[in-house]
DNA sequence: GCCTAATTTATAACCATTATAACTTAATAA
DNA sequence: TTATTAAGTTATAATGGTTATAAATTAGGC
């Protein structure tokens, strides 16, 4: 991690230790949507010491800093997208697999809610099959 | 229960025990968007040994048979709708009250995905604040 | 009314996530 | 540099929704 990102994350109050240096390098450009677990193991290999509490905890204060989104597509089990820009996902039901997609329009809300409800965060969810997948039901 | 709708879900080979047919009428046009636990305390009430695993077999069973969605918007638990008709939903974070609103337009998937991830099923969610839970969160 | 596969039930198991509490440490200031 | 302390780490237990199990019961076709 370069310097420069480390007075970025001491400034917002985020307290930089060695095994969340290790998350967030691990996290750096990485498009994979892992999921806890994910970041647990990847971390381990060169961390043996790193706790799955420790990665939940430091991944839910990544998420109230808004450096990280926690995607709700997966419904086994959150996953995480260090890209904060506004975009979509659609899963894979068979292998999991996340891909991005670009944001959608606006949400239109029924009259009965315009101006009652206020929406905090609104996304599309996309479940189907990828290409592999589909070839190997297929085959089946 | 009316007849005419007891030989529907006979013929879709959904065997129809007391307890399913009591499950069946707590649904009908119920748009509460009820929980397992929801349902099972709605029918325990009258069919004191209704267990809760009957509620999420039977549940499931519905949702096979394309009789239920089973929602994913409420992030703590399965929330599960009798209608199937194609609509979307608003939850309120903090009372976790679920809103109808139409249907979306069509998803656009990126170049690369578009004829290579076939979508299954696909819809938006909403999170945010009902009237009564702004006004709740004002006064504190 | 019989038969059988399906359903019900209580209970245990599962698994992702959160809570707990003792120990450790990063970051600040003297 | 060192002391201070609020914050973070860790192992472990607890939580809670959901699913699996297996024995007892039953709906629906014959």
């Keep these: 991690m370069v310097s420069a990102l480390k007075y970025k994350y001491r400034n917002i109050g985020f307290k930089l230790t060695p095994q969340r ?8 450009g990485n498009t ?21 509490a420790t990665v939940y905890t430091t991944m839910g204060a990544l998420r109230e800093k808004g450096n990280v989104l926690e995607l709700k597509v997966d419904p086994d089990k959150k996953r995480y997208d260090p890209n904060t820009a506004k975009h979509n996902h659609v899963i ?10 670009p944001a959608a329009g606006s949400i239109d809300l029924p009259d009965s809610l315009t101006g009652v409800f206020s929406v905090l965060e609104s996304y599309v969810e996309v479940r189907g ?12």
Tied chains: 1, 2.
């Design 21 to 28: 240096i290790a998350i967030l390098d691990y996290l750096e």
């Design 32 to 52: 994979g949507h892992p999921s806890a677990e994910d970041i647990y193991n990847a971390v381990a290999k060169k961390f043996p010491t790193m706790s799955l």
């Design 92 to 101: 894979c039901i068979s292998c999991k697999r996340i891909f991005d997609i």
């Design 129 to 140: 099959l990828c290409l592999e997948c589909q070839t190997v039901n297929a085959k089946k």
